[in-house]
């Protein structure tokens, strides 16, 4: 019997990150082990509160605590732990890795198959809005200055709402009547965040299709192994 590939998943805030893999073990199959590494799982909730917070000019990112709480921290402080999960990874015999965010971060160093999802996902993006605008939801009102910024440095034309996956539902729901009537090619969840039902809702009320990053990574990966 052949030996099972490890797909490692790092996430920028703790694992297990349950609300991810319900949607994405299933494309998975039993040909792949995954394997959870969270950049903060030595930290307490109040520790990355208040040691890790954002100030002016950090990028911000928002992510899953393991008890469902929302954390919000500055990219310059998670980087290195993320570093630090990948290589530990590596060290444990992982096929291939990706990183369960989609905020821009410094080249990260690795010896096998790594898979960002940013650079891919707005290339992707890029490519199919074909100069028309696209709607793009992020998790936190200051994530939206930096995602005009970020998205128009990749060339794409967007309009920007913000609801956070990690709150209430229909909050989500209710962020889509922002998009309506905007004469957008289609949407973008910009946050691992956002599962497969927020999708189908957004898609729903707006008429649109809508690209989640967590499936696409993961289709991409697939790929990658085969499976």
């Not at 570093?83 to 990183?99: F, N």
């Not at 794409?156 to 729901?173: G, H, I, N, Q």
């Amino acid at each position: 019997m052949a030996r099972r590939k490890v797909l490692a998943a790092i996430t920028i805030g703790q694992a297990p990150r349950v609300d991810i893999t319900k949607d994405i073990l299933p494309l998975l199959g039993d040909r792949v082990e995954l394997r959870e590494y969270g950049a903060l799982d030595a930290f307490t909730y109040e520790e990355i509160m208040e040691r890790f917070a954002p100030q002016a000019g950090d990028e911000v990112l928002v992510s899953r605590m393991r008890d469902g709480r929302q954390a919000k921290f500055a990219e310059r402080f998670v980087t290195p732990l993320v570093q630090e999960k990948i290589s530990q990874a590596e060290a444990e015999g992982a096929d291939a890795t990706v990183l369960f965010c989609t905020g821009v971060f410094p080249k990260f160093a690795h010896k096998g198959i790594f898979l960002e999802p940013q650079p891919l996902f707005h290339a992707v993006v890029q490519k199919l809005a074909d100069g028309r605008k696209i709607g793009v939801l992020v998790p936190m009102p200051d994530q939206v200055e930096q995602a005009y910024r970020f998205w128009g440095e990749s060339g794409v034309d967007v309009t920007v709402a913000c609801a956070s996956p990690y709150l209430e539902f229909e909050k989500v729901r209710q962020a889509a009547s922002f998009f309506k009537g905007k004469n957008l090619a289609f949407l973008c969840t910009d946050c691992m965040g956002y599962s497969v039902e927020m999708k189908r809702a957004l898609e729903e009320e707006t008429g649109l299709s809508v690209l989640l990053p967590r499936t696409l990574a993961v289709r991409i990966v697939q790929e990658l192994l085969d499976c």
